[in-house]
């Protein structure tokens, strides 16, 4: 069955530095997303990607987040300066249609120390 | 703006016994509703969803919910749990915009115990 995949399954880093989320969406699909949970806390959207431009995107998700699908296949979610306040669970996920279901990778736990 | 209730945070549950998870939505367009699943230190995982038509639904591992349009509720049901059904329930609720964005309610831990 196919399903969404996530690199890494954990990163730490200092704050400050730059760190790059990896996903690789299920082939077909058009829609992209990515979302946070902080530990403890809901789930939170971030941004959606469809036809290579952000469709929508939170307020959480400001000038040091950068989305991009490079190659066709991955689709990377980019913190240029990250914050303490930036630790949580990030998920990526993917849809065949903007009514379809979303199937969610397992997640990168970022770590900023 | 729309937002999503879950009002219990945990709820034990002795095994083989029925339970109900609660969620309230708030919309003022027509919404999609959906129950994710997220077992210990894994992903989110559909359990059913409303996008229209019968108001009860049925997903997988034997769960079901009832969409109330004058409740504004979609209640997560199971007749008979298990041990292994132990993981956070998510209500969610995306609107008929372009992205579908999911909004998430705060998640209901259900611990099944023996």
């Known amino acids: 069955e196919p399903e969404v995949t996530q690199t890494p399954s954990h990163q730490v880093t200092q704050m400050g530095q730059e760190v790059i989320l990896r996903c690789v969406p299920i082939?077909?699909?058009?829609?992209f997303y990515w979302y946070r949970q902080i530990l403890g806390q809901k789930v939170e959207f971030l941004v959606s990607f469809y036809n290579n431009e952000i469709s929508e995107k939170s307020e959480i998700f400001d000038d040091q987040f950068s989305v991009e699908r490079p190659d066709g296949s991955n689709f990377t979610l980019k913190i240029r300066s990250t914050k303490l306040e930036d630790s949580a669970m990030y998920f990526c996920?993917?849809?065949?249609?903007?009514?379809?279901?979303?199937?969610f990778g397992p997640g990168t736990r970022l770590t900023v120390l | 703006a729309q937002s999503v209730t879950q009002l219990d945070s945990q709820v034990p549950v002795f095994e083989e016994a029925p339970v109900e998870l609660r969620c309230n939505y708030s919309?003022?367009?027509?919404?999609?509703l959906f129950w994710y699943v997220q077992y210990p230190n894994q992903g989110l995982q559909l359990l059913l969803k409303y996008l229209s038509g019968s108001t009860l639904v049925k997903g997988i591992n034997g769960f079901e919910a009832e969409f109330n349009k004058s409740q504004t509720s979609f209640h997560l049901r199971k007749p008979s749990v298990h041990i292994s059904d132990t993981a956070e329930y998510f209500c969610?609720?995306?609107?008929?915009?372009?992205?579908?964005?999911?909004?998430f309610g705060t998640g209901t831990l259900l611990a099944v115990q023996p």
């Open positions: 969610a609720v995306s609107d008929d915009g372009a992205t579908n964005k999911l909004i």
């Open positions: 919309s003022s367009v027509s919404v999609y």
């Open positions: 996920a993917s849809s065949g249609g903007a009514r379809n279901e979303q199937f």
């Open positions: 082939s077909n699909h058009l829609y």
